[in-house]
């Protein structure tokens, strides 16, 4: 049966051996690239890496959560979506405010370490949304990594952005600025997934009402 919406209600889980076996490969280059840019940007005083590292420990752990609810009802891989949503959003904020405070205490980051890991990250994120590329159009829980993976590669090409400039002007304002605008990223797809899985779990149940009646 099929909600009125057009999609199924249960369609069923992507649990292909292939998008399996990309979700792994996608988690461990996170994991890896985590460590990396956070002792980076620890090291080079950048906020924009920093915040950038903990995007990868994010999306590391949404990798984990697909594999973990793979081949699982819709329903559940919606609720597991709800918890990757809202930890997105919650890293925005983090980042938000963390780049308040930079603002408020100053300091110049290195933009030879910011761009140097900066290309390294968006080589890693370009080759992890190529991977996902075929799966983007799926359910919110399969819609969340794609969405990770794309927002990551446009923030890697922001922190790129913002080393050229740190180094052109000698200021610190375009990490700070950087920060910024993947803390907007996270939100807006935040935004997006809550709003795909909530409808996804309204579904079945507006199904159910409409059969009983």
């Known amino acids: 049966m099929r909600a009125a919406c057009g999609t199924p209600c249960e369609q069923e889980a992507p649990a292909t051996g292939s998008y399996r076996g990309v979700l792994w490969m996608v988690l461990i280059l996170n994991a890896i690239m985590f460590l ?15 915040a950038d590292a903990l995007d990868f420990l994010g999306d590391s752990a949404n990798y984990g959560i697909s594999l973990f609810v793979l081949g699982m009802s819709l329903r559940r891989r919606a609720s597991a979506s ?24 100053g300091g110049v980051p290195s933009a030879v370490i910011m761009g140097g890991v900066g290309m390294l990250a968006l080589a890693v994120n370009v080759l992890c949304a190529v991977l996902l590329f075929a799966y983007r159009g799926g359910d919110s829980n399969m819609r969340s990594v794609w969405l990770c993976s794309r927002n990551d590669a446009l923030g890697n090409l922001a922190v790129i952005l913002a080393a050229s400039s740190v180094f052109a002007t000698g200021a610190g304002w375009p990490d700070l600025l950087v920060g910024s605008i993947i803390a907007a990223l996270a939100l807006s797809a935040s935004f997006q997934i809550l709003r795909q899985a909530i409808g996804e779990l309204r579904a079945p149940a507006i199904q159910h009402g409409a059969a009983e009646g």
């Open 36 to 50: 990396v840019e956070l002792g980076a940007g620890l090291a080079a005083g950048s906020v924009s890496l920093q």
């Open 82 to 105: 709800l918890i990757k949503g809202g930890s997105m959003g919650m890293f925005g904020i983090w980042v938000f405010g963390h780049t308040g405070y930079r603002l408020l205490n």
